[in-house]
């Protein structure tokens, strides 16, 4: 099935690491023009090397500190006029650590909102008019933390059930232009290999987040009885995206997370 992101423009935010990785390396086996938007350079200049072998038309590395609105400025111009717009609008990055809420601080609470919301509205808004001109799609990923409440995930479930609501705002707003606002939730989702996760990653250290019996129990109380894995969200991304086949669906939240959570 032809998805037809060949050639368009593309920003992918943390598109260096685990699920954004394999974002990236999906719109490039479908010949797209890719902006990785990162805060790990070396990492986003690995992924971009091998996005060029899998068939990207083009890739370029946008070193970004997404809560920073100078710095996406400067990235979303080197989209535009490099790559001649922006056409889809990928905003993969989040960030968690897990503890029960009595645990966290203050401090704590900006971090997870800075990155996981406040990184998204900046993203979000200076993309707009560009993705308004091209009637293209934005896809946010949120979180099955988002759609019930998850211990030691409190400030990062509210942040992303914000994500939720506000890309429902923006497609209502937008869709005059034939702008397409949607939102992927995973549940949890394990890189294969270590090499496939930035320095920064939430999975850099994989025993820090579960140890390799959780990640069994977790699989085993899933209906799929399996864990994700990047693709799986790559996937649901690259069906969002493209206007081809998904042309008529805009403001939907899609769990992708073997089953974790069923929202009728
Ligand atoms: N992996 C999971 O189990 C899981 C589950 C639910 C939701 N999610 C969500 O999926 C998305 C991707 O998760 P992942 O596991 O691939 O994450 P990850 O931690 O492996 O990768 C995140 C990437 O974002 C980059 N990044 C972090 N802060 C940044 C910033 N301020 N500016 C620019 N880049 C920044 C990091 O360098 C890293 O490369 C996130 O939004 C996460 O909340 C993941």
Redesign the pocket.
Known sequence: MDLELAGKSVIV??G?????RAITLGFAREGAKITI????LE?AEKVAAEARELGAAEVQVAQ????DMAQVQSMVAKAVDNYGGVDVLVN?????DLMFFSQTTPEFWQKIIQ??FV?MLNCTYTVLEHIAKSSGAIVS?S???SRQGEPREAVYGGMKAGINSFMKTIAKENGRYGVRCNVVC?????PEETEE??D????ADRGAMFTEDQFEKIAASLPLKKLGR?KDLANAVLFLSSKAVAGHVTGQVLSVSGGYSMIG
């Open positions: 935010t943390g260096a690491s685990n699920i954004g938007a990162e805060l790990d990492q970004t500190d997404i809560t993969n990055v989040g960030w968690d990155i996981n990184g990923i979180s099955d933390a995973p549940g949890v989702t394990v996760v930035s920064g990653s939430m999975w990047p």
